[in-house]
């Protein structure tokens, strides 16, 4: 078997590994957890039963970009631009670990459908990645765009007195808006209208299923 076959395998087999730690095994950031000498409350019933929700969706979120930015960067063509998406996705591993310390904290758990969102997430991941590294880019700018907006909802639905949850939203959220500027950056091809419509559409679908489930 030739080098460029082994190095391919290679890499198949790294985020085969990757895929199983994030899905199955807890997440370990490489920040400390922002907020954590913050108050996260006192919170009613109502309210942690809310803020669980809101986490688990956060969660699954990050499922899902985990996901997409290992779709992409097997796909992708140009090694600087996989080495980019492998960058934004080591941040997105503390956000992870973040949300799933926040849903311990609260008593929650994370979604019961999160395989199933992580599959779905490659798959797309891999696809974008297909379409040329321009098309990559753009669909990674607007996913971290629809995440960033997303994130701002959340910041106002959160009960007043937790300030431990809103610091980990925070500080999401400025690290989403960073990884959209490095897509532009790195030549982000605008999405169509269209594709920006389904990708919304598809976000509220998972957003419904994973507050509850």
Not at 80 to 93: G, N, T, Y
Not at 94 to 111: K, P, Q
Not at 130 to 151: I, K, M, P, S, Y
Not at 184 to 189: P, V
Request: with cysteine; hydrophobic share 40%; charged share 30%.
């Amino acid at each position: 078997m030739d080098a460029e076959r082994l190095d391919a395998l290679d890499r198949v087999i790294v985020e085969f590994d990757r895929a199983l730690r994030t899905v199955f095994a807890p997440a370990r950031g490489a920040r400390p957890m922002p907020g954590a000498d913050l108050p996260g409350g006192p919170l009613d019933e109502a309210q942690r039963r809310h803020v669980e929700g809101l986490l688990r969706v956060d969660h699954t979120g990050e499922i899902c970009a985990q996901a997409l930015y290992q779709g992409q960067a097997l796909t992708s063509r140009d090694p600087s631009i996989r080495e980019a998406l492998r960058r934004a996705s080591d941040e997105e591993v503390d956000h992870l670990a973040w949300t799933e310390a926040r849903l311990h904290e609260l008593g929650g758990r994370t979604s019961l459908l999160d395989p199933l969102w992580y599959l779905g997430s490659l798959a797309i991941g891999v696809a974008a990645g297909a379409a040329g590294d321009d098309w990559n880019l753009g669909f990674l700018a607007e996913t971290e765009r629809q995440v960033e907006r997303h994130l701002e909802g959340h910041l106002q639905a959160l009960p007043a007195e937790d300030r431990r949850s809103r610091a980990i939203l925070e500080q999401m959220k400025e690290d989403e808006t960073g990884h959209a500027r490095l897509a532009e950056s790195l030549g982000a091809r605008p999405l169509p209208a269209p594709v920006r419509g389904a990708m919304r559409l598809a976000s509220k679908v998972m957003t419904t299923l994973a507050y509850r489930l």
